[in-house]
């Protein structure tokens, strides 16, 4: 049996980062834990500070199929490259031909581009485009393939 498993990013500023990621990845918000309206009541219930509320964001896949994201804020910025990335897999797959699959990545890559983020290279395989290697708005690398 699997073990339920998160991703966890440590960042600045979690509410913003988690809002680039819902759109990347069509995530929403995780819903309060059950018996809670809100997350500021959950908070008050178990007595975090007010000060410390935007301090973690949460997203989860809206049909519950992957994994939960979190979003930790801590006081040091990125300073080297990740040692694990993310792939948004929206062209389908290298079984996706493709003609069909380089435009899906290149539409992604214009809508994250818009949100924030910024291309760090575009990688060739064959002789033509195949993926390209992204950063999200805090500079966390990530790829569209």
């Known amino acids: 049996m699997a073990i339920h498993w ?3 990013i440590d960042c600045a500023q979690p509410g913003e980062l988690a809002k680039f990621w819902a759109l990347a990845l069509g995530y929403v ?4 834990p059950p018996g809670f309206d809100s997350w500021e009541a959950w908070f008050r219930h178990h007595g975090v500070p007010e000060e410390e509320w935007d301090d973690g964001a949460y997203l989860s896949d809206p ?3 992957a994994p939960t994201l979190s979003f930790l804020k ?3 910025s990125k300073v080297a490259k990740n040692r694990l990335h993310l792939d948004v897999r929206v062209g389908g797959g290298r079984e996706t031909p493709w003609d069909v699959r380089w435009p899906r990545v290149v539409a992604a890559v214009e809508k994250l581009t818009a949100a924030g983020a910024t291309v760090v290279r575009e990688h060739q395989m064959q002789g033509k485009p195949d993926h390209v290697e992204m950063a999200d708005p805090e500079g966390n690398e990530f790829c569209v393939v």
């Open 6 to 8: 998160t991703v966890t």
């Open 29 to 32: 918000p995780t819903p309060p």
């Open 74 to 76: 801590v006081p040091e």
């Open 63 to 65: 049909d519950g199929m």
